[in-house]
Structures are given as structure tokens and as C-alpha cells.
């Protein structure tokens, strides 16, 4: 494993020029159990070193803990580091465990603040509506949006699992400079109206979930017997029971392209998700999440890692086969309004 820097690429036409890679953040102090907050910290900085400058959160993260843990890092590189976070999930006070989707103008507002109080910033790089509330125009949602340009809280306007009618009706108020939801080898519904939208409208794709949740690593088999009770994949459909056998029988090619490199089973997935900007020509930055500095040193790696056209074809079959959606309640998706 070399020190190299990964390459870069731009967010939109007009936004910032990141590491072809970025670092999802959630799991430092959400979702999947418990956390080691030095070895988060040395993770985050470990990121910098190998050209990571895209940082993702969200104020749902732990109800503003994430960005709060986040906002001694992003202090200390402000000119280094591109910050990205999200508003829309809505969590009532005597209701912790519920989230309530809002994109009304004075929950994005006060949403807004909070984000940057917690974050200790004056600007939001990239701010996200994190999921669509279909009861308000999307048109409305992002002319509040913009405003929030317009008035230097934030400076450029990003959509999580939106339809590509959706983007285009977002794109025609404001310039989008990235859309992301889920894309992996085990998820792929984006692709048949999300990504040409994308590449039609100079829009990034930045997909989360890049490595399945931690599946395709082969990291655990069964999200029931492997993984502690606090882990949200517990109560995903694809990683328990029946389907997560199926699944991981999915693996066998992956495996098999990994051995021919030298290189993990997650590696290869990610290279796979990489090489999606070359297959449909637009920017593609995935932001694999990960809490330790040997994981960030792997992930990077994937970057330099070329899939030929006949390991491409091998892997092309696996999503299709894949048993089970990537959400008990796919209505708040993409693919779920599409």
C-alpha cells in the first residue's frame, strides 16, 4: 500500500473539486453500534492524508451528534476539507427512534442554523435535502435552498434519493451540484432514470452504501447473529435470514476478481462503483464509510485498481439476483417513486 493521493473530481459544473473518494461519517457516533471516538479521530485525519476532502454527515446522525463530533476536525482544516450535510429527517423530542421527513421553508431554515451551530462553521459547503416530502413542491424546497445561496449559509445545494424528474425540476430553479442515493453491486435502480438525468444536467452521482453496508467486504453473513443489537442492518431486509444467505453467495465473483488483484473483496466492490464514471460518463465520488485509519488506507486503494471489461461483465449478473430491498420501506426512495 503506497501513500499516493487519489485523484480528484468536480461536484456539478460549477461545484468544488474533491477526492474521486469520500468519507461517510455517519457510523462514528450512529447506526452501527459502538464506537471508538480515537480511532474516528485518527480515521478523519488518516482520510486528509491520502486526498479525501469530501466529509459527509447529517443532522439525523445521532439527532446532531455526528456533526457535532465532526465540527473539531472540519475547525481545523476549514481550507482543506469540502463539508457536506443534510436536513429533512425530523426528529420529535418524546420520539427519538421516529424520523418525520419535512421540507418546508421553516424547517429548512431552522434546520440550517442548527446545522451550522453544531458544526461550528459559518458556511455549509454542500448542503443536502436528505430525503423528499412529496406533500411539498420540490421546486418550493430548493427556492428556499437557494436562498440560503443567496444569503452565504451554504454553497451548493445537493439532493439525496430523488427521482430524475424530480432533479430536473430541482435543476430548473437552482444548480445542483450532486445527487446522492445508493449505488453498489447489490444496488442499482438508480440507473435506469436517476444517472442519465444526472449526466444529461452536469450532476454528480455521490453513492453511499458503496460497499452494501459493510456485505460486500464479507465482513458478517447474517446482520442477526453477527452484529451487536444496536446496529441499524439488523433490521434491513437483504442482511438477515434466507436472503442474507442468498446474498452471500453473490460474493463468489467478487471473490474471484479480487484474488486475480491482489486485492479485498471491498476493494473490488469499490472499484466497481469508481468505474461507474467511466461507464456513464459523469463524476461518480462514493463516500464508503468506515471508523478505522486501515479501513480509509484499503478503501483509498480501490481507486487505483482497474476492472477489465471480462471482470466487469463477471460482476454485471449480481444485482439483479440480489433478494430482498435495500430498505424494510422503499417508499421514501427513488426508486420507490420511479
Not at 459527509?56 to 451528534?65: I, K, N
Amino acid at each position: 500500500m503506497t501513500d499516493s493521493t487519489i485523484p480528484t473530481a468536480r461536484l456539478g459544473d460549477d461545484g468544488p473539486e474533491v477526492g474521486v473518494q469520500g468519507l461517510g461519517c455517519m457510523g462514528m457516533s450512529f447506526a452501527y453500534g459502538p464506537t471508538d471516538t480515537d480511532a474516528s479521530r485518527a480515521t478523519l485525519e488518516r482520510a486528509l492524508e491520502l486526498g479525501v476532502t469530501l466529509y459527509d454527515t447529517a443532522d439525523a446522525y445521532g439527532a446532531g451528534e455526528n456533526e457535532r463530533f465532526l465540527a473539531p476536525f472540519f475547525t481545523a482544516h476549514r481550507e482543506e476539507v469540502v463539508v457536506a450535510t443534510k436536513f429533512a429527517l425530523s426528529i420529535p423530542p418524546d420520539e427519538p427512534t421516529r424520523r418525520i421527513i419535512r421540507n418546508d421553508a421553516p424547517y429548512i431554515r431552522e434546520a440550517v442554523e442548527a446545522s451550522l451551530r453544531r458544526l461550528d462553521l459559518d458556511v455549509i459547503d454542500l448542503y443536502y435535502m436528505h430525503r423528499r416530502d412529496v406533500n411539498v413542491p420540490i421546486e418550493e424546497t430548493v427556492g428556499v435552498m437557494a436562498d440560503l445561496v443567496r444569503e452565504g449559509k451554504v454553497k451548493h445545494l445537493g439532493l439525496s434519493e430523488v427521482t430524475g424528474e424530480e432533479l430536473r425540476a430541482a435543476q430548473a430553479v437552482h444548480p445542483i451540484a450532486a445527487v446522492q442515493s445508493e449505488w453498489s453491486l447489490f444496488s442499482r435502480d438508480i440507473e435506469a432514470g436517476v444517472v442519465p438525468a444526472a449526466r444529461e444536467l452536469g450532476v454528480a452521482l455521490v453513492p453511499y452504501s458503496p460497499l452494501g453496508r459493510g456485505f460486500l467486504t464479507g465482513s458478517f453473513a447474517d446482520a442477526a447473529q453477527d452484529l451487536t443489537q444496536g446496529d441499524f442492518r439488523r433490521q434491513q431486509p437483504r442482511f438477515t435470514g434466507d436472503n442474507a444467505a442468498a446474498n452471500a453467495a453473490l460474493l463468489a465473483p467478487v471473490r474471484t476478481v479480487a484474488e486475480a488483484h491482489g486485492a479485498t473483496l471491498g476493494q473490488i466492490a469499490l472499484a466497481w462503483v469508481q468505474q461507474r464514471a467511466r461507464v456513464h460518463g459523469l463524476p461518480v465520488i462514493p463516500i464508503p464509510g468506515t471508523r478505522k485509519p486501515t479501513r480509509v488506507e484499503e478503501n483509498t486503494g480501490a481507486t487505483r485498481i482497474v476492472l477489465t471489461e471480462d471482470e466487469l461483465s463477471l460482476l454485471e449478473p449480481i444485482a439483479e439476483k440480489v433478494a430482498g430491498d435495500r430498505y424494510a420501506d422503499m417508499t421514501f426512495t427513488s426508486a420507490g417513486r420511479e
